[in-house]
Nanobody, 124 residues
């Protein structure tokens, strides 16, 4: 079965950096668009970043543009989210997701598989 397992979350201070990883199994990783979403307490899950399967084109939410970078290593079945200049507003559970549709989307409904999430807490 398909599994997405995130890691790398933790408690950091404002301005710090973290790198999240998501290892996929049970699918042909290079054939899937991959994305990161996040959900803060009391909020809906929101799009953070996506990376296309074919050309590796990347897409970002405005709130993280210039601070976060998504990348993938198809040989390792892994997608990464490098998060720099973290702010308290970035505090959330971060989820990776896989999408087999024709283009990398920012919409939750397009994604077929989800990980369990990893907590990121940014203190002020």
């Amino acid at each position: 079965q398909v599994q997405l397992v995130e890691s790398g979350g933790g408690l950091v201070q404002t301005g710090d950096s973290l790198r999240l990883s998501c290892v996929a199994s049970g699918l042909t990783f290079s054939s899937w668009h991959m994305a990161w979403f996040r959900q803060a307490p009391g909020n809906e899950r929101e799009f953070v970043a996506a990376i296309a399967r074919s050309d590796g084109r990347t897409y970002y939410a405005d709130s993280v543009k210039g601070r976060f970078a998504v990348s993938r290593d198809n040989a390792k079945n892994t997608v990464y989210l490098q998060m720099n200049s973290l702010k308290p507003g970035d505090t959330a559970v971060y989820y990776c997701a896989a999408d087999f549709s024709s283009y990398a989307s920012s919409r939750l409904s397009e994604y077929d598989y989800w990980g369990q999430g990893t907590q990121v807490t940014v203190s002020s």
